[in-house]
């Protein structure tokens, strides 16, 4: 995981005024706390790629994993 693109994108967010904890090193490498939302490094760099990282993005890509057994692990999807 390039950290610098991660950075970029934690900043990204902050100048969004989205709320964003500081990360935390888990067993998948880091996580923060999104709009109330735990999300992965890479979940973060994934919705960026994707142009997704705002709030509509973070909240639809929520709302697609709730309740799902495997959310930790899952990524967002292109939108084709």
Same mark, same amino acid.
């Given at each position: 995981?390039?950290?610098?693109?991660?950075a970029?994108?934690?900043?990204?967010?902050?100048?969004?005024?989205?709320?964003?904890?500081?990360?935390?090193? /888990?067993?998948?490498? *880091?996580?923060?706390? =999104?709009? %109330?939302?735990?999300?992965?490094?890479?979940?973060?760099?994934?919705?960026?790629?994707?142009?997704?990282?705002?709030?509509? /993005?973070?909240?639809? *890509?929520?709302?697609? =994993?709730? %309740?799902?057994?495997?959310?930790r692990?899952?990524?967002?999807?292109?939108?084709?």
């Open positions: 995981m390039a950290l610098d693109k991660l970029a994108c934690v900043k990204s967010l902050k100048q969004q005024r989205i709320s964003v904890s500081r990360g935390m090193v /888990g067993e998948d490498g *880091f996580v923060f706390e =999104v709009m %109330g939302f735990m999300l992965t490094g890479s979940q973060i760099l994934k919705l960026c790629e994707y142009g997704q990282l705002n709030a509509a /993005g973070i909240s639809a *890509f929520s709302k697609t =994993v709730e %309740g799902d057994p495997m959310a692990k899952a990524v967002p999807q292109r939108k084709s």
